[in-house]
């Protein structure tokens, strides 16, 4: 069974950085892409950030560009995602996701999700 489990977030002023960690367990983690989500209240969920399988390729959201750094440590099983020059408008519940299928890019089909972890940015 496939688990995902976010932590690091929290409430931090504008300006401000966090970093986000997600483990990853239950079956192979190197294979598949990985990717953040948000969901701002009253907003649907958006894609943020995404890693291929090696970690070789990313992908980035307009508005996080230059601001947000998504990385994996697949020795650990994590995926990260460094979060800097944190805007009021970047408040949401950050999730992490895994691809369905292995060996797969873009910003779809995302068949494994975590619990989510609050990220609140005060003006």
């Known amino acids: 069974q496939v688990q995902l489990v976010e932590s690091g977030g929290g409430l931090v002023q504008a300006g401000g950085s966090l970093r986000l960690s997600c483990a990853a367990s239950?079956?192979?983690?190197?294979?598949?892409?990985m990717a953040w989500f948000r969901q701002a209240p009253g907003k649907e969920r958006e894609f943020v950030a995404g890693?291929?399988?090696?970690?070789?390729?990313?992908d980035y959201a307009d508005s996080v560009k230059g601001r947000f750094t998504i990385s994996r440590d697949n020795a650990q099983n994590t995926v990260y995602l460094r979060m800097n020059s944190l805007k009021p408008e970047d408040t949401a519940v950050y999730y992490c996701?895994?691809?369905?299928?292995?060996?797969?890019?873009?910003?779809?089909?995302?068949?494994?999700w975590g619990q989510g972890t609050q990220v609140t940015v005060s003006s």
């Open positions: 996701a895994s691809k369905r299928i292995p060996y797969t890019l873009g910003k779809n089909d995302y068949g494994y």
């Open positions: 239950g079956r192979s983690f190197s294979i598949y892409g």
């Open positions: 890693i291929s399988w090696s970690g070789g390729r990313t």
